[in-house]
């Protein structure tokens, strides 16, 4: 049977990315042919204005070479206009007369540039600023001639300007309106912004109508005059007032358009066989223009062509961000405000930052930021997510804090960082090699960033950093998923939400379940999502779901940590940091026995053997007869303690007793990340409380419970939960407190993480305020944990033999 | 010359995991995929010398356990962007018997 047809008229971004996806999902489904009108292969339209400026070449900014059609068997047609339509024998026509047959018709012709209706708007030196062809008129121009003008203060209209200044010409910027930017700006960001330009040297002329261009002796344009009567000299005038859908092809064939080629939530046109998506497409009355949602659109219409049906595309919120060198504004959502929202603004005139954020109960709206935009894609992160920001409300302004980041050298703005400056601590990468990659390679996402850098895919402290750079080099095109709705990894469009609420709702207890369930693209899953998926089946389901070793990464599946050689380390349990006479004889015994090369103590007050080998960890864990200390899990790590009331002068309650009663109660409990707590005698903190997931310090009258620290990746000091009396008491808060935490969490996020989704009051509330609720928690945690083995006995007497012996020819 | 040598059941090794084979050559790692096909690669990451048969297998796939990087079983191809590859050796299934072409 021969395949389905599929034409697409238009060879642009969002067309193209279309195409990817259906590639991606359903390789085989139709045979493509594509036409384009401009004589070049898909090339990045937002990487132009680099183009212009001179700091990019065309070739640096092709998506998609002649390769990769042909690698994808797609048949293209360069170059040709498809004029007709025939929908009664589905078929195209292009104006040299190419016919081509289609099952499904895609449109994607793109916007129109808007020509002011002026008189002498046809001359020659009157252009658009659109495409390849255009860019090159203006490039051409800039040798020749020396006055500029630009009619249109927008994004495109600066753009053009900035690069046409760098190219040595002398620009005018002409706007109607009374400040630049007005649809990104309000007036306060646009007059900065005008300033600054002005130091560059580019001339404006503000609330100003065009009347008529002026052609001169030559027949090019000369001068422009407006209605006021004052004239300049124009020996090239770029026209970017706006972009029209081009809806002419669609209209011609009878295609219901209004102010674009009306489509429903799945792409489709009033014609079912024609779907259409990007800048010709009015969705919801809306026709979107930047790049980012036109992605979204090509994702859902990918999946209709694909006869999934499963998607719909239900309109975007987005950002902008002007990409001209050294100028720093950002803005989104509802920057304007009206009558039932409040302000946070902060304008520091002197030294040109100025940011203002507009909020309506409680959440964030919009925002525009001028000078310092590092906080940009987290305010439109909390925008999109709609967080409830009451809680950070007094320092939100002030940008989320980096402080506590290591591995970039103290670095929170990328746009301040030099080329050679080291942004991924772990892996060696630069902020010029992700920058050149970005450009080069075509990258839209911080995936894409890790794949083809490696920078944030160790330890992730650099992603904020990432994302700032992504979003200063491909401007509004970057848009990050909205958190709550991030998918677990490539194998799924599921977010972690979606997996945790699933497995409850539908009583799932096996992975496969929960694939098949799901719809998992890839038969196994990976070693992203086959690690969460085992932890939320286990967490919610502990009685009837059975732990799963292969999907456990190696060091929770051999109980040791693997270190760069291949050998492991060995760490036993000294509950609350307490050890004794004997136990330190045999694993001085154990060193000595096995030739252990490197002994050492660890932060979490235990002793660490490393260098193992894998052959070796059983009888090593046998001759140390001793628990293990899990220090190789998402799981209970350590109790560290002060010596406390047994033997400070000024301790107040026994430390070292407490926390060996939290640690034997926490013993072989698993949760979405390591879990580590402290226990201090008294204020002075000697354990460090304030940097763990469970902090307790003992006060005269009891205990002050701290929840959320983390002293690695991020130092972040952990918050005030509760006072509490007792012993028992502490148990309970601090055993509720991990239980929700389990039970809600997130794989791999730790505790100050969660914290940050959920809110400290949902915390407070579930716990704190709720005893009922608290209660049950505090028994869901012991009940799961009263059959808690040792693992490393497990193993001694035999569990998962195989994994510890080897095979031999 | 080489020749097919009988490693084990196929049972010894576990669905989605692996066995280490110390070899002349070095150590082997054979991985059993979902669908019960066995393939062995040299145990060694061309990134920086993980052990394989310590890392996660998913569809036809091994995640190093070091550093991420992900290799074809089939092939010993690294999957792109990144590149490199480790050594592929041959292995059979016959009765429930896994044989290494060694």
Redesign the interface.
Known sequence: MSKAKLVMVGNGMAGVRTLEELLKISPDHYDITVFGAEPHPNYNRILLSPVLAGEMTVQDIILNDHAWYADHGIRLHLGKTVTKIDRFRRRVIADDGTEEPYDRLLLATGSNPFMLPVPGNQLPGVIAYRDIKDTDEMIDAAKRYSHAVVIGGGLLGLEAANGLKQRGMDVTVVHVAGWLLERQLDETAGKMLQKSLEDRGLKFLLQKQTEMLIAGESGRVAAIRFKDGMQIPADLVVMAVGVRPNTALAESAGIYCNRGIVVNDTLQTYDPKVYAVGECVAHRGVAYGLVAPLFEQGKVAANHLANFGISRYTGSVTSTKLKVTGIDLFSAGDFTGNSDTEEIVLNDAAGGVYKKLVIRDNKLVGGVLYGDTADGPWYFQMLRDGQDIHEIRDHLLFGQSHVGDVGHQGHSKAAAMADSAEVCGCNGVSKGAIVKAIKEKGLFTLDDIK??TKAS??CGSCAGLCEQILSATIGGAYTPAASNRKAVCGCTEHSHQEVRDTIRRQHLIRIADIMHFMEWK??????KC??ALNYYLISTWPKEAKDD???R??NER?HAN?Q???TYSVVPRMWGGLTTAAELRRIADVAEKYQVPTIKVTGGQRIDLLGIKKDDLISVWKDLDMPSGHAYGKSIRTVKTCVGMEHCRFGTQLAMSMGIKLEKMLFDMYAPHKVKLAVSGCPRNCAEAGIKDVGVIGVDSGYELYVGGNGGIKTEVAQFFVKVKSDEEVMEYSGAFLQLYREEGFYLERTCHYLERVGLDHARNKVVEDEENRKALYARLLDELKDAKDPWAERIAGVEK?EYE???? | MADW?M??RIE??????S?????ADG?IA?FRT??DDVFALRDKCPH????LS??????T?V?C????WKLHLDSGEVVA?DVGCSRRYPTKVDAGNVF?E?
Do not use: F, N, W
């Not at chain 1, 890839?522 to 070693?527: A, I, K, S, V, W």
């Open positions: 794949k083809h895919s160790s890839t038969p196994d899953g990976c070693e086959r690690p070793p292969r999907s990464l190696i051999a693997i760069k050689d291949g195989q080897t095979l031999s020819v | 040598k490693l084990c010894d090794i576990p669905q989605l995991g066995r280490v084979v110390k070899s150590d054979v979902s669908s920086k010398g993980g052990p310590q890392g996660l297998v998913h569809g796939q995640t356990p070091l550093h991420g962007p290494l060694i």
